[in-house]
């Protein structure tokens, strides 16, 4: 015959046992950092799909697990009388009473659980690199926001966290594998659909100070076309050899070439130069630059400028497209390696072209009409992107 407090204490050692063990599991998937710790908690971090299970298989559903463990306790509280009816009882092998009830049933309960706890497992330790680069947010290229935090992705559209996974020695997320890199990721679905992202504010962007220094430099080297321009008008053939010269090697109206690479090797692109696309092979006149690329990250991400070999810190310019190439008068908004200075795409075919520009024959290239000038100033003053 055994009392009830013995009656009581070995099953409630077990399930608390049972507890820490799944706390455990849950701890080695990492996930405690972002779910509660109570019971429930602790078994739906563990990967249990339906917490109340247990205590529906108790059948004491819909109460307060506080409410459990009390109903359990107060047994070996009872009076005289029950404690008789659950010791006669135990001897029987038939039970112990309303108390012993709930506590069997919360037992078979928790063993149906501890069947169903499914942990996730560790990613291999070959997409550590990968998971670090992926940490952060993204944008991808329809639209949606995605939030990277340790090994779960949450999107925009209010599905997730989900788990990244290992899919045959790939990194896989929402059922895509990883078919791009890490810094410049493409997702690639069984159906051959793919998902490009960006990132939100992508690295070596955002630099006010590096703006500041970006547009200098461009107005600088535009003042140089407009002296050549000036020198050539005057017939100062003095002047234009000394001007050409220091155009050519990318001096400034203050002093010698910047020791930036990114200002020199842009040193030719301002603001009227004609050049056609490397890429595409269509003519144009750049309008405007920035000292990076500017755009939202689903543009970004549709476009490919996370691919680009230069990345989306290089430099952008915003470029008006012959109406040979490209009806209608079209803007880009085009990577500076993809920009190849040339002269005989001069005088380009555009009904835009009168309202931005002022022809330079003996150039070979267009001066910003006054319009555009004041639109230029007031990118510089603000430190704004361009926009007409």
């Not at 050692?13 to 849950?26: D, E, I, K, Q, R």
């Not at 008006?320 to 001069?346: H, M």
């Amino acid at each position: 015959c055994h009392s009830p407090k013995r009656l009581l204490v070995s099953p409630l050692l077990s399930t608390f046992c049972l507890l820490v063990a799944s706390l455990g599991a849950m701890l080695a998937a990492g996930r405690c950092a972002t779910r509660g710790f109570g019971v429930r908690g602790v078994l739906r971090c563990a990967g249990v799909a339906d917490p109340t299970a247990p205590f529906r298989a108790a059948g004491v559903a819909g109460r307060p697990v506080a409410a459990v463990w009390r109903g359990c306790a107060g047994a070996a509280a009872a009076p005289s009388s029950t404690t008789a009816t659950s010791s006669s009882s135990s001897s029987g092998g038939g039970g112990g009473g309303a108390g012993a009830r709930v506590r069997r049933r919360l037992h078979e309960g928790m063993s149906v659980v501890a069947a169903s706890v499914a942990p996730h497992e560790a990613l291999p330790l070959e997409f550590e690199g990968s998971l670090e680069a992926l940490q952060g947010e993204w944008g991808d290229d329809i639209g949606s926001k995605i939030e990277i935090s340790g090994a779960e992705a949450r999107f925009s559209d209010g599905s997730g966290p989900w788990r990244f996974e290992d899919d045959g020695g790939s990194l896989a997320l929402r059922g895509a594998r990883l078919v791009g890199s890490a810094t410049a990721p493409v997702w690639k679905f069984p159906t051959g659909v793919e998902r490009r992202w960006a990132r939100a504010a992508p690295p070596g962007t955002g630099d006010r100070s590096w703006a500041a220094t970006f547009l200098k430099y461009k107005e600088d080297r535009l003042q140089f076309r407009r002296d050549l321009k000036a020198a050539f008008d005057a017939q100062d053939f003095e002047g234009v050899v000394s001007l050409k010269s220091a155009w050519e090697d990318g001096s400034t109206l203050s002093g010698p070439a910047p020791p930036q690479r990114a200002l020199v090797d842009g040193r030719a692109l301002v603001s009227g130069i004609c050049f056609r696309h490397r890429k595409f092979g269509y003519r144009a006149v750049l309008v405007a630059s920035e000292p990076w690329c500017s755009a939202p990250a689903d543009w970004r991400a549709r476009t490919g400028v996370p691919q680009l070999p230069r990345g989306e810190a290089q430099p952008f310019h915003h470029c008006l497209v012959d109406d040979r190439d490209r009806p209608g008068g079209q803007i880009t908004f085009v990577a500076e390696e993809n920009v190849e200075p040339c002269s005989l795409v001069y005088p380009i075919e555009s009904s835009l072209v009168d309202f931005l520009f002022g022809r330079c024959d003996v150039l070979g290239c267009y001066i910003p009409s006054q319009m555009l000038e004041a639109v230029l100033e007031r990118q510089r003053s603000s430190g704004k992107g361009f926009s007409l």
